[in-house]
T-cell receptor, first 116, second 112 residues
Framework: DTGVSQDPRHKITKRGQNVTFRCDPI?????LYWYRQTLGQGPEFLTY????????KSRLLSDRFSAERPKGSFSTLEIQRTEQGDSAMYLC??????????????FGPGTRLTVL | QKEVEQNSGPLSVPEGAIASLNCTYS??????FFWYRQYSGKSPELIMS????GDKEDGRFTAQLNKASQYVSLLIRDSQPSDSATYLC????????????FGKGTLLTVNP
C-alpha cells in the first residue's frame, strides 16, 4: 500500500495526558498537512510542512500542540495536557508540487482521539 | 474570512438518477477546487479536482466551475447505493501553502 498511513488509528486518553500521532506520507510527496475534523464539520486546517519546514500554523493550533517533520519524511503531531475539546479525528494529507502549482491532497485514514 | 458553503442535506435520490451537489465560496482569487467523498467513520477520498471554468468529466462524475459566480458543483450520473456518503467541497484560496478550506459537506443518500 503506497497511500498515506497514520498511527495509531484510535487513541483514548484521560484529560491532562500527552498524546503523539504519526503520519507517513506518500513517498514522493514533499508537502504534508494536518487537519482536524469534528462530527458534522468539514476538516479544519492545522498546519503545513514543505519538506522539513513548517510553513504555516493555524490559530486553532494552541501552544499545547506541536508538529514536526524531521528530515522531510514522516511527521508527528503532539498534544500536551489534553482537554475534552481535543476529541476529534486528526487527519494527515500529503501532496507534491504539481504543474502550475495545482496540488491534490490525499488523506490518510485518520487518528480518532477520545479524551475522557 | 474565507468560507465555503454547502447545503448540509440530506439529499435523497433514487438509484439511477442524477445527484447534484452544490458549493459556493467567498473569495474570487480562489485557484483550485476539489470534491471529496467521505463514508461514515472514514477519511475523505479525493474524487475530482477542477481548476478552470467549465466542466470536467470523470466516469459518472462531472465537476462544473463558474468562477464569476463563485460556484462549483458535482453531478453524479446513474447514482448507486454505494454513492451514499457525505460529499465535501474544498477550496484552495491561493497563497503559498495550498491549504484547503472545506465546507461542512452534503449527505447524499441513494435509495435502491
Amino acid at each position: 500500500d503506497t497511500g498515506v498511513s497514520q498511527d495509531p488509528r484510535h487513541k483514548i486518553t484521560k484529560r491532562g495526558q500527552n498524546v503523539t500521532f504519526r503520519c507517513d506520507p506518500i513517498s514522493e510527496h514533499n508537502r504534508l498537512y494536518w487537519y482536524r475534523q469534528t462530527l458534522g464539520q468539514g476538516p479544519e486546517f492545522l498546519t503545513y510542512f514543505q519538506n522539513e519546514a513548517q510553513l504555516e500554523k493555524s490559530r486553532l493550533l494552541s501552544d499545547r500542540f506541536s508538529a514536526e517533520r524531521p528530515k522531510g519524511s514522516f511527521s508527528t503531531l503532539e498534544i500536551q495536557r489534553t482537554e475534552q475539546g481535543d476529541s476529534a479525528m486528526y487527519l494527515c494529507a500529503s501532496s507534491r508540487t504539481g504543474t502550475g502549482g495545482n496540488d491534490e491532497q490525499f488523506f490518510g485514514p485518520g487518528t480518532r482521539l477520545t479524551v475522557l | 474570512q474565507k468560507e465555503v458553503e454547502q447545503n448540509s442535506g440530506p439529499l435523497s435520490v433514487p438509484e439511477g438518477a442524477i445527484a447534484s451537489l452544490n458549493c459556493t465560496y467567498s473569495d474570487r482569487v480562489s485557484q483550485s477546487f476539489f470534491w471529496y467523498r467521505q463514508y461514515s467513520g472514514k477519511s475523505p477520498e479525493l474524487i475530482m479536482s477542477i481548476y478552470s471554468n467549465g466542466d470536467k468529466e470523470d466516469g459518472r462524475f462531472t465537476a462544473q466551475l463558474n468562477k464569476a459566480s463563485q460556484y462549483v458543483s458535482l453531478l453524479i450520473r446513474d447514482s448507486q447505493p454505494s454513492d451514499s456518503a457525505t460529499y465535501l467541497c474544498a477550496v484552495s484560496f491561493g497563497g503559498s501553502n495550498y491549504k484547503l478550506t472545506f465546507g461542512k459537506g452534503t449527505l447524499l443518500t441513494v435509495n435502491p
